[in-house]
């Protein structure tokens, strides 16, 4: 079978051209290291539009192909991404896929993919029309725009792929058809093991983007009486943006709490490093789909407390692979971290038993079958 996974090589977004290798999302790479894994079952190209010419290599595994396609600026959102759609469609016809996969709603891939010419479904990352929703995005701001073409693309597909139910729930009634399977997490991080210093104060990992999404303000509240009462450190990985309400407010209550610390952006080598000194990773989202950083704690073996919104329920089981918290809740929050700190023992049969999970579940070779299995399944629809 041949697949174009059309997806963003975020040397665009971050304006890193410099860079002589493609990088990719976190989950749309661990799926491509899975598709690597079964040489014998598929060819995969992998496809991704920028604004600047850029070295690229030419394969990314024995049966994985990289194209990079130079599009100018006036190509991208401000025209409806028409100069992504053609030159994707260019490519596409030299390549001849069976099927094309667009990765995301959130910038060009999906609308690509839609108008390729060849069968497509799509994957859902971020539920870009909730998230508009929720941060009330202004008429044409990127965020309003990005839930415009979702809503646009989904009927236009053959399918969509849910990470969760709660993107099943969402798309419902527009996707012709829906399939619920979460991200692979990186496979390197299974072969890890969360070892903490136990003569350190224990380490609590808060892994986000600082913003009202995220709710870390809340919880650093929440922590208040807790640290009067235990020894830790929380330390905050993510970008945070100083001028932005929200985030400046973040570094006020850092400033006046030693126990908490923002450690800033950390690529996935680093956060290896992280995770393999913490006690436990905390999430109090307001709003999330499949946080990587819970999927990746728990291939580590990092007990995991997050709050119960979105997607997260069905990534963990409360009081068995995880905790569950109420990201409104500052009593919810505070006696989710203190059960892990206060029990060592639980907290190491909760995180044996997520680890576990995880590789049944995540594995990016497991992943990448079932998505096969879907592409298999559309190719059947469309010639019957």
Same mark, same amino acid.
Not at 36 to 52: K, Y
Not at 145 to 169: D, K, S
């Given at each position: 079978?041949?697949?174009?996974?059309?997806?963003?090589?975020?040397?665009?977004?971050?304006?890193?051209?410099?860079?002589?290798?493609?990088?990719?999302?976190?989950?749309?790479?661990?799926?491509?290291?899975?598709?690597?894994?079964?040489?014998?079952?598929?060819?995969?190209?992998?496809?991704?539009?920028?604004?600047?010419?850029?070295?690229?290599?030419?394969?990314?595994?024995?049966?994985?192909?990289?194209?990079?396609?130079?599009?100018?600026?006036?190509?991208?959102?401000?025209?409806?991404?028409?100069?992504?759609?053609?030159?994707?469609?260019?490519?596409?016809?030299?390549?001849?896929?069976?099927?094309?996969?667009?990765?995301?709603?959130?910038?060009?891939?999906?609308?690509?993919?839609?108008?390729?010419?060849?069968?497509?479904?799509?994957?859902?990352?971020?539920?870009?029309? =909730?998230? %508009?929703?929720? /941060?009330?995005?202004? *008429?044409?701001?990127? +965020?309003?725009? $990005?839930?415009?073409?979702? &809503?646009?693309?989904?009927?236009?597909?053959?399918?969509?792929?849910?990470?969760?139910?709660?993107?099943?729930?969402?798309?419902?009634?527009?996707?012709?058809?829906?399939?619920?399977?979460?991200?692979?997490?990186?496979?390197?991080?299974?072969? =890890?093991? %969360?070892?903490? /210093?136990?003569?350190? *104060?224990?380490?609590? +990992?808060?892994? $986000?983007?600082?913003?009202? &999404?995220?709710?870390?303000?809340?919880?650093?509240?929440?922590?208040?009486?807790?640290?009067?009462?235990?020894?830790?450190?929380?330390?905050?990985?993510?970008?945070?943006?100083?001028?932005?309400?929200?985030?400046?407010?973040?570094?006020?209550? =850092?400033?006046?709490?030693?126990?908490?610390?923002?450690?800033?952006?950390?690529?996935?080598?680093?956060?290896?490093?992280?995770?393999?000194?913490?006690?436990?990773?905390?999430?109090?989202?307001?709003?999330?789909?499949?946080?990587?950083?819970?999927?990746?704690?728990?291939?580590?073996?990092?007990?995991?407390?997050?709050?119960?919104?979105?997607?997260?329920?069905?990534?963990?089981?409360?009081?068995?692979?995880?905790?569950?918290?109420?990201?409104?809740?500052?009593?919810?929050?505070?006696?989710?971290?203190?059960?892990?700190?206060?029990?060592?023992?639980?907290?190491?049969?909760?995180?044996?038993?997520?680890?576990?999970?995880?590789?049944?579940?995540?594995?990016?070779?497991?992943?990448?079958?079932?998505?096969?299995?879907?592409?298999?399944?559309?190719?059947?629809?469309?010639?019957?």
């Amino acid at each position: 079978m041949r697949v174009a996974i059309l997806t963003t090589d975020n040397r665009e977004p971050f304006k890193q051209y410099e860079k002589s290798e493609p990088w990719f999302g976190t989950a749309p790479e661990a799926l491509i290291q899975g598709f690597g894994s079964l040489p014998d079952a598929v060819e995969i190209h992998v496809v991704s539009c920028i604004q600047q010419p850029v070295s690229a290599p030419a394969k990314l595994a024995n049966n994985i192909w990289f194209h990079s396609l130079h599009v100018p600026k006036i190509g991208w959102l401000r025209t409806g991404y028409q100069g992504c759609i053609r030159a994707v469609r260019k490519k596409l016809k030299e390549i001849r896929p069976d099927i094309v996969h667009g990765q995301g709603t959130e910038r060009d891939c999906a609308i690509s993919a839609v108008f390729s010419g060849f069968p497509s479904v799509l994957t859902i990352h971020g539920n870009m029309r =909730l998230i %508009a929703r929720i /941060d009330h995005a202004r *008429p044409f701001s990127f +965020l309003w725009l $990005a839930a415009g073409l979702e &809503r646009f693309t989904l009927p236009r597909t053959a399918g969509i792929v849910c990470i969760t139910n709660y993107t099943r729930n969402a798309v419902a009634s527009l996707a012709k058809r829906t399939w619920v399977v979460p991200n692979a997490a990186d496979a390197t991080f299974f072969d =890890l093991q %969360a070892n903490p /210093d136990q003569n350190a *104060p224990p380490v609590i +990992l808060c892994v $986000a983007n600082v913003g009202i &999404r995220k709710n870390q303000n809340a919880l650093i509240q929440a922590l208040d009486p807790l640290a009067v009462q235990h020894k830790f450190k929380l330390v905050f990985l993510g970008q945070a943006m100083k001028g932005h309400a929200y985030d400046d407010k973040f570094f006020q209550l =850092l400033a006046s709490r030693p126990w908490c610390s923002y450690e800033g952006f950390a690529d996935r080598e680093k956060l290896k490093t992280y995770f393999q000194q913490a006690a436990a990773l905390v999430l109090p989202s307001l709003e999330d789909n499949c946080p990587m950083a819970v999927l990746e704690a728990m291939a580590v073996g990092v007990p995991v407390v997050a709050a119960k919104v979105g997607g997260v329920p069905d990534l963990i089981e409360d009081g068995k692979t995880g905790l569950f918290c109420d990201p409104y809740g500052a009593t919810s929050m505070n006696g989710a971290v203190r059960q892990i700190l206060a029990q060592p023992e639980f907290a190491r049969v909760l995180a044996a038993a997520a680890k576990c999970r995880a590789h049944e579940r995540f594995h990016p070779a497991v992943i990448a079958r079932r998505h096969l299995e879907i592409y298999r399944e559309v190719l059947q629809q469309q010639t019957a």
